[in-house]
């Protein structure tokens, strides 16, 4: 599928996985600390751990003593704003019965941080028919197609007129 | 696990889940449609749409003729961010031979989007070491314990400090 949310689920589109990145981004590194944190079977986590780090999301580090951990890339580090969607978006439609567990705020300022997502020049958060599909570099005959289906679909226009 | 996260991932972290949302934000309505575009099994395309119906991310609508459609509720519409976070990511970590095949600009200016993810007062995009995590309403004792660890993991700061 010419698509790249396609091709990131297929790398990080799986429950577990996203709890994995999650868990380094809090601290976790060793394999005992993912089994016991996420109650995950240790035969799942090897796996996802090995396909991980395969996809260059985590790498094998070493830590005190012989042990070898495990780190996030540069590209794995760069998932933090899919996390923080969806985070975000849980807090607001599937909350627990007492309401977010966790608030995140910038480290050096203490404040709340916005809800993610583009935004207007002007700051409004930007929702799906707020904005237009342009072909990019990659675009095929059929993404082409499919641009123009969407954008008279979605918004009503014809991307002849743009 | 008291995580909104793990909730969210529990509604939609799927594969085939986030990409029948993808397909609603371009204009998919029909089953057939879903269907022939997702290339996916027609006893899997049907469960998967009555699950997200069920959770209310979906909804039955009314189309020409006698037929019923699917549409976002405001609760699937809201799945933009996530949907911009990982389509960002795949565009930069698993492009496909030519790069990304769309690109995305502001229907009222025409400029391309910027990066999704929080960021600082300044503009600039904050990453997980630049946050520091807080108990929110929800947080359990044990929540608190894990804030604590992590702050110091990552930040290297004794939330007794803060």
């Known amino acids: 599928m010419n698509c790249s949310i396609a091709r990131s689920l297929d790398q990080v589109g799986e429950w577990w996985s996203l709890l994995i990145i ?3 981004m809090l601290g976790t590194t060793r394999f005992d600390e993912f089994q016991e ?3 995950i079977a240790r035969n799942i986590l090897t796996s996802r751990l090995n396909r ?3 996809l260059g999301i985590l790498e094998k580090s070493p830590l005190e003593g012989r042990r070898l951990g495990y780190r ?3 590209k794995g580090e760069e998932l933090f704003p899919v996390l923080m ?3 975000q978006w849980g807090d607001k439609w599937a909350p627990g019965p007492h309401g977010g567990s966790v608030r995140y705020v910038e480290r050096d300022t203490g404040k ?3 809800p993610v997502g583009p935004r207007a020049a002007d700051g409004r ?6 904005v237009r599909m ?5 675009a095929t005959e059929s993404t082409h197609a499919r641009i123009a289906a969407r954008n008279l679909a979605i918004l009503g226009e014809n991307d002849a007129d743009h």
Chains 1, 2 share one sequence.
């Open 72 to 74: 996030l890339t540069p």
């Open 85 to 87: 969607a969806l985070l």
């Open 112 to 114: 709340t941080l916005e």
């Open 125 to 130: 958060l930007l929702g799906y028919r707020d």
């Open 52 to 54: 991980l780090t395969e």
């Open 22 to 24: 999650r868990e380094c």
């Open 37 to 39: 944190r996420l109650g």
């Open 134 to 138: 342009m072909p990019g570099p990659g």
